[in-house]
């Protein structure tokens, strides 16, 4: 039937085969968007433990202790390793407090340092 049009089989595979990658790559897209929205969350959350961390010395009357304290605290339904060290500054009037918080499932620390006022 010379008076039909169609595509040929060759056609169809080539827009196939096309398809195909671009459906592949938008899958690749999709697997970095939820590991990347997961990180961000983690993060998001280990950043919210360290500020309260932060908030909870700089609220407290007392001068914090000298040293390095560990303890363990649940936030958002995760538990994290809160470590804070307790350093003196040049000034004999601040204390230097660094917090690092890990969430104990795994996954990268974050840092937070802050000055408290020692009154003497």
């Known amino acids: 039937m010379a008076g039909q049009r169609g595509f040929t089989l060759i056609e169809?595979?080539?827009a196939l085969s096309v398809f195909s990658?671009?459906?592949l790559a938008l899958l690749r897209i999709d697997a970095?968007?939820?590991s990347t929205a997961a990180n961000l969350q983690e993060n998001g959350l280990a950043r919210l433990v360290a500020a309260n961390e932060a908030?909870?010395?700089a609220s407290d009357p007392a001068a914090p202790v000298r040293g390095q304290s560990a303890r363990q605290v649940v936030n958002g339904g995760q538990s994290f390793a809160v470590v804070t060290?307790?350093?003196p500054t040049p000034d004999p009037r601040f204390r230097a407090v660094t917090i690092t918080v890990r969430p104990l499932a795994g996954g990268p620390s974050r840092r937070l340092v802050t000055v408290k006022r020692v009154d003497r």
Do not use: G, H, Q, R
């Open 21 to 23: 990658i671009a459906a």
């Open 55 to 57: 908030a909870l010395i």
């Open 85 to 87: 060290d307790v350093a």
């Open 32 to 34: 970095y968007a939820v």
């Open 12 to 14: 169809m595979l080539v």
